[in-house]
């Protein structure tokens, strides 16, 4: 099998893609192939040229599947789909034309599209993470977030949850680490700020590509701010008991209903307040999917 993944340069989207090809990887029982081509290099033109040569110089196999994620891909993905009609097209978000359009769409939840032939609904955002067996006991992982278009980052509340945490887990080995929303003075307080040995502090300027994913992968327990999504599920994904820091909300909408909803799933007796316990691996699932189909 030949992927073709059209990329619009977003890491977050890669990393969506980049999941279901691991997951179809490890079901299928034929090789798969992995071809990534930007956007840049599919100007509009030559797709148009390769409708009637069916082929485009820019792709060295054709396609068995072609995905897309983010609005600038998806004209892209529909116009491959016509030169190679025997690839399907899968689009991993809400796309923006109509559903028939497109041969699948993988779909959050919270978008509120029903499942369908065409439609694969699920929890968050698919990720390239599996658990791997290797979580330490005792060993926390606090990541935090920043601002969005939903949440507005409250520092004291943030911190005193933190110093809860810490408080709370004295005999456990705790790693803090920050995002690239997180406010500078928020980060030049936890440095300055005198925690016990047990404590590390690594920001994420000072963190390699694909160090909070190995973290997740030792840690027991992971706890996040609710305005990284993404994050609460790729620590679910990876195994982790996963807990959440609450900060202030400036609006409800899907994404936050559905996180309430999380909560109300959890399938812990001993979990925490705010804290999840659930078996998740969505890109497994709908490779599954996709390869039944």
Known sequence: MHIVYVSDGKAGHRSQALGLFK?????????????????????????????????????????????????HTQ???????????????????????????????VIPEHDGIPASDRVIVTQGALNPIVN????????????????????????????TSIEQIVKQHPNNEIII????????????????????????????EHTPQGWIFEEMQKAEAVWVTEDSVSMIYEALTAGC????????????????????????????DTAQHNCLYLEMNEAMRVAEILLKK
């Open 241 to 268: 008991k996963v807990g959440i820091i609450k900060i202030d909300r400036l609006k409800s909408d899907r994404i936050t209903r559905q996180l309430d909803q999380l909560l109300t799933l959890n399938t812990s």
């Open 132 to 159: 791997e067996q290797r979580h330490q006991s005792g060993r926390i992982l606090i990541a935090l977030g920043g601002s969005s278009k939903r949440h507005q980052w409250n520092a004291d509340k943030v911190f």
């Open 23 to 71: 997951a179809l990887q490890r079901q299928s029982i034929e090789t798969v192939n992995f071809e990534e081509i930007s956007i840049e290099d599919l100007a509009l033109f030559t797709l148009i040229a390769g409708l009637f040569r069916r082929s485009i110089s820019q792709l060295n196999t054709p396609p068995d599947l072609i995905i897309g994620v983010g609005s």
């Open 75 to 105: 004209l892209r993905v529909l116009l491959l789909g016509k030169i190679y009609a025997q690839a399907k097209t899968v689009i991993l978000m809400k796309p923006n034309y109509p559903l028939a359009w497109f041969n699948y769409s």
């Open 177 to 204: 680490t920050t995002s690239r929303r997180t406010p500078e003075q928020f980060v030049e307080r936890l440095s300055a700020y005198p925690f016990l040995p047990h404590v590390h502090f690594f920001p994420v």
